[in-house]
């Protein structure tokens, strides 16, 4: 009779250790569960703010692009592209392009696109506008000295970065210029010296506009340059 209640005890404690082991597994598993929803709720909250901000810059910069800054068929100063180059440096070269690219996109939506191809539509609209978020590259290092205050190193990665976003983008609206445009070269310029010339003098324009605009805003508020819920974008 001892006997069998002892191993009545054993068993019991037995299955009382099983269930117990098996209670702490499902508890895990559920805390792992909610917890994993939960960071992943947080990632999708980051990321569609960040989204978000780059439609709105991208819409901006497309009504910006109605302000009278141009001269002549071929030369303009664009004054959406700060707006995009501010963006590439608070998110990251990722983001940049993405909302570039929807910038370049929009100009069609609106109305305000100068085609003459299909292929020029596509190289001076979705590529060419596209690479002004190669500007993002300088995301981490401006975001780090503007969170160090280190105020002149901010303003070298500012520069440099609107230089880049800019001669990227303007890059491909020469390539397009020697070949789609340049049947309106003045009789004794070839399509290359005048495609070079034009938006040589624009992406000049542009950048210097670009720099000004964004040192101007750095000194009047530093903590755009620094994004909330994101680190760089990502």
């Known amino acids: 009779m001892k006997v069998l209640t002892l191993r009545t005890c ?11 082991e098996k209670s702490r597994v499902f508890s895990s598993f559920v805390v792992g569960l909610f917890h994993s929803t939960i ?18 810059m991208a819409a901006l910069a497309t009504a910006l692009s109605f302000v009278p800054l141009q001269v002549g068929p071929s030369f303009s100063i664009t004054v959406g592209q700060p707006v995009l180059v501010l963006y590439a440096l608070r998110r990251g070269w990722g983001p940049g392009l993405v909302a570039s690219f929807l910038w370049g996109i929009l100009h069609l939506f609106v109305g305000n696109a100068d085609i ?23 995301a981490n290092a401006t975001v780090t000295a503007a969170q160090n205050k280190q105020t002149k190193r901010a303003i070298l990665y500012i520069a440099i970065a ?25 009789a004794d310029w070839s399509p290359w010296l005048y495609s070079i010339v034009m938006n040589g003098a624009s992406a000049f324009a542009t950048t210097v ?26």
């Open 116 to 138: 003459l191809t299909p292929l020029q539509g596509f190289i001076e609209y979705f590529v060419a506008f596209t690479f002004t978020g190669f500007a993002g590259f300088w």
């Open 10 to 20: 054993i068993v019991n404690t037995s299955v009382g250790i099983v269930s117990e």
């Open 162 to 186: 609107s230089i880049v976003g800019t001669v990227a983008r303007f890059f491909w609206h020469t390539i397009a210029g020697y070949y789609f445009w340049g049947q309106y070269a003045p």
């Open 39 to 56: 960071k992943e709720e947080i990632f999708l909250s980051k990321n569609l703010s960040l989204w978000i901000e780059g439609t709105i």
């Open 209 to 234: 506009f670009t720099v000004i605009v964004l040192l101007l805003t750095y000194r009047a508020n530093p903590n755009l340059y620094i994004p909330k819920n994101a680190k760089y974008g990502y």
